[in-house]
């Protein structure tokens, strides 16, 4: 796995914190026209009348636009948090280098010299060598 996979992976919970405000902005502008378009041409229909005043309605339906923007930024706090990396910052390198980097998770087993070498002080049987070798460049 690549760093552009983990970012792929894992979206906006890497991402800095402006492209996340950028994000919440088109997700805000996005619902406030939905919202809108339904307040502007179906009023009557819907009965989207909260206290009866239009101005106040409008007022009481953008903050409720808000929420889904909250609520998402405080799972991407509580992720960062969790993995113990920065709220701020891009973090796509730090969780590459901590949970996919093979010089991290490197364990000697998975070395295929390691199984050579036990071939060649007879531990293993070629034929046991042969399934690690054909195990490895399989995957």
Do not use: C
Request: proline fraction near 1%; charge should be positive.
């Amino acid at each position: 796995m690549t760093l552009k996979d983990v970012e792929k992976k894992h979206g906006v919970f890497v991402d800095h914190i402006s492209v996340r405000i950028g994000k919440y902005i088109q997700l805000f502008i996005f619902l406030a026209i939905f919202v809108g378009v339904i307040r502007f041409f179906n009023t009557q229909k819907l009965g989207l009348v909260i206290t009866g005043n239009y101005e106040l309605d409008n007022l009481i339906l953008f903050l409720a636009l808000f929420i889904p923007g909250l609520w998402y930024e405080w799972r991407v706090r509580n992720y960062r948090k969790k993995n113990n990396v920065s709220i701020y910052d891009n973090v796509a390198k730090e969780i590459y280098e901590k949970y996919y980097s093979t010089s991290n998770n490197f364990d000697k087993k998975h070395d295929l010299n390691y199984w050579y070498d036990l071939k060649e002080k007879g531990a293993i049987t070629p034929e046991e060598y042969e399934n690690k070798k054909r195990e490895f460049l399989n995957v």
